[in-house]
C-alpha cells in the first residue's frame, strides 16, 4: 500500500512478529545512540558546533583569482589543494556543476577554468581540453552570468559594456525612488555596494602571471555584449529597464564629479559602518571579497586597517584537509548549533540534553538586542532581538534562525523548569512579530521585500535580487508562535502567518522550500507549523500533503530532490536519489500530519537505520540545500547528522509513548 490508509495492516503485521519488533527497537536504539555520540564528538570546547558549508567550484574558484587579482603572493600548497578539490568535482563531460550530478554550469565552469590555469595547469592538459569543449559547446565565455562578467571585465579579458551599468550614484537616491539599496534583499546589497565603486573606478586585475582565458570564446571577448533577457524576466520590463541601461551609459561621463565622489564616499561608509570585524561584510563571501577590492581600487594598502580586516575575513571561511581544501560562502554556527541542540532534546538522554544546553549557553550571547539593522528602514519602530546565521552578522539577523533558536531554548525551558531564557525568548517573539509582512508571511532578513519589477533589471539574471515571504521561513515562524501558546484563534500574527501558509499550499499539496530542497523541505515545515497551530490531522489539506510525501517515496525506502525542482517550468515532482536529510524532513513532516504507524514512515526509519555508518552518521554527497534557485546551491555537512537523528528519535518517542501528535513545533 502507498496511501495514508495504511496503518491497520503495519498493526496487524505487528502484532504478528513481536520478535522482530522487539529487534527492530533494538536496532533502533542503537541507531539513536551512534548517532548521539558522533554528534557529541562534533561539539566544540565552548558549546557550539559548526560544520563545513560547501557550495559549487565558483567560490573556491574566486577565492584563487582574487589573491591574484591583488597581486598577493599565492600560497601554493593551499592554491594545489583548491586545484585537488575543483578537478573531483568536474564532470566526467568536463564542466562543473551547481551541485553533485547536476548539468553543466557554463559560469562555474568558466571560473574554474580560469582558477585552474591561473594555479598553474597547463591549457593543452586533458582535463583542461574536456572543461574547455564543454564550455564551447554551451556557447562559450561569452555566455556567462552578469557576476561572472563582471570577474572578466576585472581582469580586462571583457569590455565593461558587456556588464549591466550600475551607477554608483544610485547609493545617493532618496528611498522613495524606484530603485533604493532598501528595495533589495540584504545579500544584494552587500555585493552590490562595493561593487557599484568597482563599476565607477573599472580597475584592471593586477594578475601578475598574465593569464587569460580568449580560448574559452567563440569570438574575439573584446566584442562581447549585453546578455539576452532570463527566463524569469518579463518581456516589457526587461525592455525599459535595459532601454535605462543605454540611457545611464551615455550620460555616465557626464556624471558631476563631486556627485561622483560623494557617491563613493557613501559606499565606502556603508561598508566601513557594516565590516563587521573579521566576520566580513555580511558575513557572505562575495561581499567580503568585493569590498577587499572596493579598498584597492581606492589605493588603500594592504596595511589599511579595514582592508586587512576585509582580507583576513576571506581567510576564515577556508576549508582545508590534508588533500583539498575549498572556500566557503559563509559560515553557519547559530544555525548548526540550534538545529543540533533540537535533536539531542529529541534524543532524550541525559548526556545529549547536557550537551543541547550547552549549545543554547553559547548561543545566548549573541542574541542581537543594540543594534538596528538595515531591516529598520521598514520597521523603524520594532526593537532589535535576532539571531544571525553566522558568528557575528548584527545589521542582518535572520529570521528563521531567530525561530529555530526561540523553539530550542522554550524546549530547554520545558526540561529544566528554568526561567534564564524567558527574556531572549520575548525578545525574540517581538522581533520576528515586528517582521512579518503585510501578507502575513516572513522573509530571511526584510519584511515587504517584495519589489518584484527589480528582477527584471539587466542586472538580475539572477533572479534572486529579493527576500520576499516563503512559505518555509513563515511555517518557522508560525510554529514558534504556536509553540509558545499563540495560536491562530488567539493571535493575530498566527492568524495571519496561517491563512499565507495556507494560501501558499502548491495544487499537489506540497509547499515550496526557499531554502532547502524544495518541495520537501517546504512541506516539512508547513507540516510542522500547522500541527503546532493545532490543525486536524484529517483535515484535507494536512492529508493531502502527507498523501504527497508519501508517493514521492524512493523505493529503497528513503525521499530525495534536487536542484532541477526549482526550474521554472516545473510540472511536479520528479524523482531524485535518497538523502538522509530529505529522508529526515519526511519523516518528521509525516509524523507532524500524525503518521506515525504507516508503511511509508518505517520503511524511512529502515533506511535510515540501514544506511547509518559505522562512524555513526550518514554519508551525503548530494546538495540539499539552497543559497539562490536555479544558481546557487548548498550542501550543509551537518544536515546529514543532525536531521536523521531527530527523526529517528522523534519516532522513537512516539512509539515508546503512543501518541500521534508531535507537541512542538518543530
Given amino acids: 500500500m502507498n496511501d495514508i490508509s495504511a496503518p491497520s495492516a503495519v498493526m496487524a503485521a505487528s502484532s504478528s512478529a513481536p520478535a522482530a519488533n522487539t529487534d527492530k527497537r533494538v536496532a533502533l536504539e542503537a541507531s539513536i545512540a551512534r548517532a548521539t ?32 587579482y591583488l597581486g598577493e603572493t599565492p600560497n601554493l600548497e593551499l592554491e594545489r589543494k583548491i586545484v585537488r578539490y575543483l578537478r573531483r568535482i568536474q564532470l566526467a563531460a568536463g564542466g562543473w556543476p551547481l551541485f553533485t550530478d547536476g548539468a553543466m554550469d557554463v559560469s562555474a565552469s568558466v571560473k574554474a577554468y580560469f582558477a585552474l590555469k591561473m594555479a598553474g595547469e597547463r591549457d593543452d592538459a586533458e582535463h583542461m581540453q574536456r572543461a574547455r ?33 550600475m551607477p554608483v550614484e544610485i547609493t545617493l537616491l532618496p528611498q522613495w525612488f524606484p530603485f533604493h539599496l532598501s528595495k533589495v534583499s540584504y545579500w544584494a546589497r552587500t555585493v552590490i555596494v562595493p561593487l557599484l565603486v568597482l563599476n565607477a573606478r573599472r580597475p584592471v586585475a593586477k594578475n601578475p602571471r598574465g593569464v587569460r582565458i580568449d580560448e574559452l570564446f567563440l569570438g574575439e571577448p573584446s566584442a562581447t555584449g549585453l546578455l539576452p533577457r532570463a527566463g524569469h524576466q518579463s518581456r516589457g520590463w526587461f525592455g525599459f529597464f535595459r532601454a535605462v541601461d543605454t540611457v545611464l551609459r551615455a550620460v ?21 559602518e557594516r565590516l563587521n570585524g573579521e566576520d566580513g561584510l ?61 535533536a539531542l532534546l529529541e534524543a532524550e538522554a541525559p548526556r545529549a540534553q547536557e550537551a543541547a544546553l550547552r549549545g543554547l549557553q553559547w548561543l545566548r ?22 539571531w544571525a546565521f553566522q558568528y557575528a552578522n548584527p545589521h542582518y539577523p535572520d529570521v528563521d534562525d531567530t525561530a529555530v533558536v526561540a523553539m530550542a531554548m522554550h524546549r530547554a525551558a520545558d526540561l529544566t523548569h528554568s526561567n534564564v531564557d524567558r527574556e531572549a525568548i520575548a525578545r525574540a517573539r517581538e522581533w520576528i512579530v515586528g517582521m512579518q509582512s503585510s501578507d502575513g508571511g516572513w522573509g530571511a532578513f526584510e519584511p515587504e521585500n517584495t519589489q518584484y519589477y527589480l528582477n527584471n533589471i539587466p542586472f538580475s539574471d539572477h533572479g534572486a535580487l529579493l527576500d520576499p515571504p516563503t512559505a518555509d521561513v513563515s511555517g518557522r515562524c508560525l510554529s514558534m508562535l504556536a509553540q509558545l501558546g499563540e ?48 490543525v ?45 536529510s530529505q529522508t529526515a524532513w519526511a ?70 509513548d503512543g501518541r500521534a501528535r508531535v507537541t512542538v513545533g518543530m
Wanted: net charge negative; aromatic share 12%; hydrophobic share 45%.
Fill in 365 to 386: 550571547p549573541l542574541q542581537v538586542l543594540d543594534v538596528r539593522g538595515d531591516w529598520t528602514s521598514r520597521r523603524p519602530n520594532v526593537r532589535p532581538g535576532g
Fill in 587 to 656: 519523516l518528521l513532516g509525516l509524523m507532524a500530519a500524525g503518521i506515525v504507524d504507516h508503511p511509508a514512515v518505517e520503511r524511512g526509519i529502515a533506511y535510515l537505520v540501514d544506511t547509518q555508518r559505522a562512524h555513526g552518521l550518514w554519508d551525503e554527497t548530494r546538495f540539499t540545500a539552497t543559497g539562490f534557485p536555479r544558481v546557487f546551491y548548498l550542501r550543509y555537512h551537518g544536515y546529514r547528522k543532525f536531521f536523521p537523528l531527530w527523526a529517528l528519535a522523534r519516532y522513537r518517542n512516539l512509539k515508546r
Fill in 37 to 68: 555520540d558522533a554528534i557529541l564528538a562534533d561539539q566544540r570546547p565552548d558549546g557550539h558546533w559548526v560544520y563545513e558549508l560547501e557550495a559549487d567550484a565558483t567560490i573556491p574558484a574566486e577565492y584563487i583569482l582574487l589573491v591574484h
Fill in 536 to 580: 486536524a490531522h484529517d483535515d484535507a489539506r494536512i492529508k493531502r500533503a502527507a498523501q504527497w510525501l508519501i508517493s514521492i517515496q524512493n523505493e529503497d525506502g528513503g525521499w530525495g530532490e534536487d536542484g532541477t525542482s526549482y526550474k521554472l517550468d516545473y510540472r511536479g515532482y520528479e524523482p531524485a536519489a535518497s538523502t538522509a
Fill in 252 to 272: 555616465d561621463g557626464l556624471f558631476p564629479k563631486k556627485t561622483r565622489e560623494r557617491a563613493i564616499a557613501a559606499a565606502v561608509a556603508f561598508v566601513d
Fill in 487 to 534: 495560536l491562530p484563534g488567539n493571535s493575530e500574527p498566527a492568524r495571519r502567518a496561517y491563512d499565507y501558509l495556507m494560501a501558499e499550499q502548491e495544487d499537489d499539496g506540497s509547499w515550496y522550500g526557499r531554502w532547502g530542497m524544495n518541495y520537501v523541505y517546504g512541506t516539512w515545515t508547513a507540516l510542522c507549523a500547522l500541527n503546532a497551530a493545532g
Fill in 282 to 342: 555580511g558575513a557572505i563571501f562575495p561581499a567580503m571579497a568585493n569590498a577587499v577590492m572596493m579598498y584597492d581600487t581606492l589605493g588603500y594598502g594592504p596595511d589599511y586597517p579595514n582592508r586587512a580586516i576585509a582580507r583576513a575575513s576571506l581567510e576564515k571561511l577556508l576549508a582545508i584537509g590534508e588533500e583539498e581544501a575549498y572556500c566557503q560562502p559563509c559560515l553557519s554556527p547559530v544555525w548548526d548549533t540550534s538545529l543540533a541542540a533540537h
Fill in 133 to 165: 569543449a564543454a564550455i564551447l559547446g554551451a556557447g562559450g565565455a561569452e555566455a556567462v552570468n552578469v557576476f561572472t562578467r563582471i570577474l572578466l571585465a576585472l581582469f580586462g579579458i571583457v569590455p565593461w559594456g558587456a556588464v549591466p551599468m
